[in-house]
């Protein structure tokens, strides 16, 4: 043996050495598609609704993690101590049994979560859903000034938008010009930049031209609407609030709170406050007729109406609604009625389901909502990209 | 830490330390040091200490998880990482101190020649490890970018080949028999003992063993198996199993010695840095780092720790015979004969079975402890009546006695092709979750039904996994199967 090579090191290798940046792309990509996967899961986490958007929440992720055949936990492990250890001691608790109720039953091998915000989460959750059949609405397009965005080059410009390398071309071909002249007086020597070289990078506003749309919320806030109904429908608008916030930068939301009467109100209070009284529900739509026609003109407008109520009307009312209901959905894209109706809930009371099957329109659209599992699923149901091919092949 | 070092300085120390490993007996492969900043260690560290090796997001992810706890201050760096090679190749830290520079280039000796003389490591082929694994790495970029295969495909083979990849034969050292010698084999077993007592017992019937069984024995490595006899299967296919089953095999040995070789180690950068003579700066800094790496780790067990006690235990028990030690094993005359025959001979299992006695688990304070109730709670001491016990719970938590065995019984079960898997229980029960996705993996790969039977609280079950899903197959088909049998 003969002494042994001692390689220095050298920075430019290290900076060239990031090997693993591919892999760990690849493996944000698998996270990223996890969470995905799980978003039901997420969203029916309370924790999420009516959070702010910076709030950075915990994610578990099972699709990342690598399996094997391993052992249960039953099986036991072998450790040191400090010389004072007797059995029965307990020398440690194992993790994750402080969370949740059903502590220790299940292992916490490799137990992976991630955090994200609730922002990059909204992302994730909303990439392929859209308001469907969103029209031109040619009269009123609102402008929308997005990104600033190149356009050309200009002789003038402030000095951060220099195209330097635009500028030392024009500087070159200039001086082959001069050059090929042999009459030209200039000499072999400096060359300098003229005035005439510069070259500015030409800068923008982008405007481009959105169609309106006005997305409005009802819900039934009268007494009937027990805690956990109201959860469930304050998570559905949570969802749909966040969806038209995060997708659509132009998009107006109303929230219409009802009982027996309706009002508009506004964002916090319509996720925050409570109500009683009884259910009238023809006076949240006759409301929303009133908002529609003095403000948001159909034929300007994408009008989208979604409601959320435990079915519990009064039954004189029922004729009245049925109408207003068929009047919102001629007026809107789409209006979407969610039933809220908790499995244990007790008083199962009336549905509204059966009566608002005479709705004939297309863009009609009912779901029933039993716990917080089905939020989600009954959100996509309604939004998801493809459902507007779905209605024109079976209408 | 100001770097208070040249490359000349570790030369100088690399002569000294060569020195005292050629006095002390050590054979060592040639050595190369590269030093390296913390987030090239962090990359060697993801990719196994290779410096070529094929992309996977796990290895992304193994990644992330170290740096996050490197960052967190969770767990700090390792001072060197040596790869099993020739010549071999260690990674020193660049922000590391003279002394701890030092240190570890007596700790790479170390190691560098338990690699090259424990039995373990014959097959695994150093002169060829670093271009193999690059080699590996070239043909799966090469199946990534094939835009008839894809990183997606390549993917899906992959992650469900790691997930087996430690299903395999785990004594390397024992020659694995062919088709033909295990037919062989099969015949001469399959004739009659001769009876001394023929004349008063019934004679026993010849019954021709089923030479067209597959497996014929029992198979434990799964990936290969399912390379071979899946007829469905490509070639890219085929071969990323068998780079992941290559990969496995030369890692298996230092799974199979982790204690050993971290206490041969840490037993000879002690030996070394004692007899170096250091300056009285640097051997206090030495004592530190030294107390450190081999400290008890309460609740855990520290391998390094474990592993240089017992190497100074049985240096000391050989060295002045004591009649304890005398009775149990031979007594050898040259003190330093029996550890090196030792760290040739064995492996952890077989090293803390022969030399873990009672007194040092004792000393160590070793007990086994048990999960109850999301807590674990100690459930044995190292006392006279249950060390043993407690020696042999320790002995199914090293090297591959972590992994459950699991073989191949037949691949053509119901003769429909199903992949009958069987765990050999050995007391401990699978964990459901992971069984269900594993086995999963297993169906992918052989893309038809796939059977495993197993133990599970005592009673005898079977699960199956086909393109209906996961289930847990009724008694009577587990009947029938006996019949078939």
């Known amino acids: ?395 | 830490m100001a770097r208070n070092w040249t490359i000349r300085d570790l030369e100088y120390w690399d002569a000294r330390i060569q020195e005292k490993v050629r006095e002390f007996g050590l054979e060592c492969f040639s050595q190369e040091f590269e030093v390296c900043d913390h987030e090239q260690m962090l990359g060697c560290m993801a990719y196994h200490g290779m410096p070529a090796h094929y992309p996977h997001w796990s290895f992304g992810k193994a990644y992330e998880k170290l740096k996050t706890l490197y960052s967190y201050g969770v767990s700090g760096l390792p001072y060197e990482m040596v790869i099993n090679a020739t010549p071999s190749l260690a990674y020193l830290m660049r922000d590391n101190s003279l002394c701890l520079q030092i240190l570890t280039i007596a700790h790479v000796y170390g190691h560098n020649d338990f690699f090259r003389n424990n039995f373990t490591f014959r097959n695994t082929r150093p002169e060829l490890a670093i271009s193999h694994f690059k080699l590996r790495a070239d043909r799966v970029r090469r199946y990534v970018e094939d835009p008839s295969i894809g990183q997606q495909r390549v993917e899906e083979i992959l992650d469900a080949a790691h997930a087996l990849s430690l299903q395999c034969r785990r004594d390397t050292a024992i020659r694995k028999l062919s088709r033909n010698e295990q037919r062989e084999r099969a015949l001469v077993d399959a004739i009659p003992p001769r009876d001394p007592y023929a004349g008063i017992h019934k004679p026993r019937e010849y019954h021709a063993p089923d030479l067209n069984k597959l497996p014929l024995e029992p198979e434990e490595d799964i990936l290969l198996f399912i390379a071979e006899y899946q007829p469905y299967i490509g070639e890219w296919q085929k071969d990323l199993l068998r780079i992941v089953h290559d990969e496995s095999q030369y890692f298996i040995p230092q799974i199979e010695t982790k204690i050993m070789n971290e206490g041969w180690a840490s037993y000879w950068h002690h030996q070394i840095m004692n007899s170096l003579e250091l300056p009285e700066d640097l051997h206090l800094e030495f004592l530190i780092h030294h107390n450190q790496v081999v400290r008890s780790h309460p609740g855990g067990l520290n391998p390094y720790y474990l592993g240089f006690k017992l190497w100074e235990d049985i240096r000391r028990r050989y060295d002045n015979v004591q009649p304890s030690g005398a009775a149990e094993h031979p007594i050898v005359s040259d003190r330093r004969e029996k550890i090196f025959e030792v760290r040739e001979t064995d492996r952890d299992v077989s090293f803390l079975r022969r030399f873990l006695t009672e007194q040092l688990m004792r000393e160590m304070d070793l007990f086994e402890y048990r999960h109850e109730q999301g807590q674990m709670v100690i459930s044995q001491i190292s006392d006279t009546d249950h060390w043993e016990s407690v020696r042999d719970s320790l002995l199914r938590n090293v090297g591959m006695a972590t992994v459950p065995v699991i073989r191949i019984v037949d691949a053509d079960f119901d003769h429909n092709r199903v992949l009958l898997l069987r765990h050999e229980h050995d007391g401990r029960d699978l964990q459901r979750e992971y069984l269900e996705k594993t086995l999963g993996y297993v169906y992918r790969l052989w893309g038809r039904q796939v059977l495993l039977e197993t133990t599970i609280s005592g009673k005898r079950v079977t699960f199956s996994c086909n393109n209906g899903g996961f289930g847990e197959i009724k008694p009577e088909a587990a009947e029938r199967r006996q019949q078939y049998d």
């Open chain 1, 1 to 395: 043996m003969t002494g042994s090579l001692f390689r220095s090191y050298s920075e430019s290798d290290a900076l060239r050495s990031d090997r693993s940046a591919g892999d760990r792309l690849r493996h944000r990509q698998k996270v990223r598609e996890a969470i995905r996967e799980n978003v039901a899961d997420i969203v029916a986490e309370e924790s999420i609704i009516g959070q702010s958007r910076d709030k950075i929440i915990k994610v578990p992720i099972r699709g990342v993690r690598e399996y094997h055949f391993i052992f249960g936990e039953e099986s036991p492990g072998v450790g040191s101590g400090q010389g004072d250890s007797q059995p029965g001691q307990v020398i440690a608790e194992t993790e994750g049994a402080q969370s949740g109720g059903k502590a220790g039953s299940q292992p916490g091998v490799d137990y992976y979560e991630t955090e994200i915000t609730l922002e990059e989460l909204a992302d994730i959750m909303f990439e392929d859903l859209e308001l469907p059949d969103m029209e031109r609405k040619k009269l009123r397009e609102v402008p929308v000034e997005s990104l600033r965005k190149r356009k050309g080059f200009r002789r003038v410009g402030v000095r951060a938008h220099l195209d330097k390398r635009r500028t030392a071309m024009a500087r070159i071909r200039r001086k082959l010009a001069a050059h090929a002249h042999p009459a030209s007086e200039l000499g072999a020597g400096r060359f300098p930049f003229h005035r005439d070289d510069l070259k500015y990078r030409h800068i923008v506003r982008d405007l481009r031209f959105q169609s309106n749309a006005v997305v409005l919320c009802i819900m039934d806030t009268s007494g009937s609407m027990e805690t956990m109904k109201k959860y469930l429908a304050r998570s559905f608008f949570f969802l749909l609030y966040q969806f038209v916030r995060t997708r659509y930068n132009n998009v107006q939301v109303v929230f219409i709170a009802h009982d027996a009467q309706a009002r508009e109100v506004n964002e916090e209070e319509f996720f925050t406050k409570g109500g009683s009284g009884g259910t009238i529900i023809s006076s949240g739509y006759q409301k929303a007729l009133e908002i529609i026609k003095e403000r948001f003109h159909p034929s300007l407008w994408n009008v989208y109406a979604f409601h959320c109520s435990d079915g519990d009307n009064w039954s004189q009312d029922n004729p009245a609604a049925l109408r207003a209901a068929q009047e919102l959905a001629e007026v809107c894209n789409l209006f979407g009625y969610g039933e809220i109706k908790p499995l244990n809930s007790g008083s199962y009371g009336d549905t509204l389901l059966e009566l608002f099957e005479k709705i004939e329109a297309t863009n009609f659209h009912a779901l029933m909502i039993e716990n917080k599992e089905d939020i989600w699923p009954g959100f996509k149901q309604l939004l998801l990209r493809e459902r507007a091919a779905e209605t024109v092949d079976y209408p």
